[in-house]
């Protein structure tokens, strides 16, 4: 049997990099893009195993070749403008990347005759507002998005599943819910608050932690566990299915900093900053799981714990090493 070839586009990415990781341990030959002038750094350990190449997906043609050369079975489509929060600021820019770069990878996709899955990497975003506010979301759930986060996300997944109907394209959706780990950019929740500890114990910054609203309760994840549910998609997953990727569970913020500061030496106190907060936000995320449990066999194996450990272990790293003035 010949080695199965994954192209990951924003491989570099935080979830990309760990995808890879992923594949190249299950004996996948790894390629992806990378976005022009964009850091390879979190591929620093694999570099020599993948096969990378500078691409915008905004550049239908660009995209279509890179695609072609590298001849994939699967197709990982990771590359987005990402962030919830900067969408608001940057609202064209998150619907040109989420929706029009996905539709040049699906148009590239639709180009290879031997091509097994596409994975098309979605968001629990989609669901925004709904009623009541503590529901436990199915696949079923309608989509109300209140961010052009949520809004691109949601109009992406759909086309993937059109191209699924009209096209024959073997599109599989993920609509992932929130993880974290470490490699997350800092304006993450997570990561934010760890690198603030970690320039703390530096002694950096005053021990003050700046927080937004950490009354909403969140579905959170390891990274490592959710790439690992692309993988069993890609593998197991059935073909215009969507899966939901998360704990089952809803965590407060509040809950993320008490556990965090417990691990820090240093007395630390919260303040909450106003322009962290959201004008709009989504009080309650949870997920239902089940589809993804019984149909791949999707687990858990990171605690909580290990990931905000993990991820606060990570700055500290980060803090070392960044030379001091």
């Known amino acids: 049997m010949s080695t199965p070839r994954a192209f990951i586009t924003g491989i570099s990415g935080f979830a990309g990099s760990y995808l890879a990781e992923e594949l190249l341990a ?23 195993r993948v ?24 197709i990982f489509h990771l590359a987005a403008a990402s962030s919830v929060g900067q969408s608001f600021e940057k609202e064209r820019l998150t619907y040109q990347t989420n929706i029009d770069g996905t539709l040049n990878v699906l148009a590239a996709a639709i180009t290879l005759p031997n091509l097994r899955k596409v994975i098309y990497v979605g968001s629990a975003e989609c669901y925004g507002i709904f009623r009541p506010k503590s529901k436990t979301l199915t696949e079923e759930q309608p989509f109300n998005p209140i961010s052009p986060y949520g809004i691109a996300k949601a109009a992406a997944e759909q086309a993937s599943l059109y191209y699924c109907r009209k096209h024959g394209l073997p599109v599989s959706v993920a609509r992932s819910f929130n993880h974290s780990g470490p490699r997350q950019a800092e304006h993450f929740v997570i990561p934010s608050f760890a690198r603030q500890v970690a320039q703390i114990e530096a002694g950096l910054l005053p021990p003050v932690l700046s927080v937004g609203d950490l009354s909403v309760k969140r579905d959170l994840s390891d990274v490592r566990d959710i790439v690992r549910g692309y993988r069993l998609m890609a593998e197991k997953g059935r073909v215009g ?11 407060s913020i509040q809950s993320v ?6 691990m820090s ?5 919260v303040r909450v900053d106003p ?6 936000d989504i009080p309650i995320l949870r997920g239902d799981n089940s589809r993804a449990v019984q149909e791949l066999g999707y687990k858990a194996r990171y605690r909580l714990q290990t990931t905000i450990m993990d991820t606060l272990d990570y700055w500290r790293d980060q803090i070392r090493q960044t030379p001091r003035p």
């Open 275 to 280: 322009s962290r907060r959201r004008q709009i």
């Open 241 to 251: 299915r969507v899966y939901h990727l998360c704990s089952g569970r809803a965590v």
């Open 257 to 262: 900093v008490n556990v965090m500061l417990k």
């Open 51 to 74: 096969s990378l190449v500078t691409l915008d997906i905004l550049d239908a043609n660009n995209c279509a070749a890179a695609v072609a050369a590298f001849k994939p079975d699967y």
């Open 265 to 269: 030496s240093k007395k630390i106190r």
């Open 26 to 48: 299950g004996g996948y030959d790894i390629g992806g893009s990378v976005y022009p002038n964009e850091s390879t750094a979190n591929l620093s350990a694999i570099i020599d």
